[in-house]
């Protein structure tokens, strides 16, 4: 997120809304590869608030896609409504890739268009198992231009 700070009270004007330390919609450049750039849910691995939505809207250069390499770490128990989603964003359109990533594993996904967005939510009941998310994205070129 770009933010201009002239003095601590605009710069806290300029947040956009958060719930529980994340944005709905954090808006990320990915780096050209081999650089990368992370991001992670909050307090990431020492666990998540409850009833929080995250998301991150990442975009790549043009003739670039994006790389995620997703490390989810959430409750394995049936009963928890933890999610991780992977959304391939053309224009305004968002079509989901994958729902519910392996809750508990490594996940490399690529973009068909310029842009990622991943969602986050969490449920209203914590577990020692729930790390979070961590997330580490590049841009890959598609050869064109
Ligand atoms: C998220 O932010 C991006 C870039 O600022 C914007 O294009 C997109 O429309 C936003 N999405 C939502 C759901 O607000
Ligand atoms: C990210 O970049 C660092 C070096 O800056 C490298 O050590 C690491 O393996 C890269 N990670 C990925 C997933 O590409
Ligand atoms: C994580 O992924 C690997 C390879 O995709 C798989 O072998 C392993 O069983 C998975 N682990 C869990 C906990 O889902
Ligand atoms: C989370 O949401 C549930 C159901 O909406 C609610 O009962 C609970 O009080 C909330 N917990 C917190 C800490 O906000």
Redesign the pocket.
Known sequence: MRQLCFAGLICLLLKPLTTEGCSINSTLDAPQSPANHTFSSPSWPQGYPVNMTCGWYITAPEDHIVMLQLTSQLSSSHSSKDSVEVYDVESSELSLITIRL?????STVFSKFRSLYILFTSDDKTSPSEQGIFATYTAISTGKG
Do not use: H, M, S
Not at 102 to 106: D, E, G, M, R, S
């Open positions: 392996a809750l508990q594993n490594t």
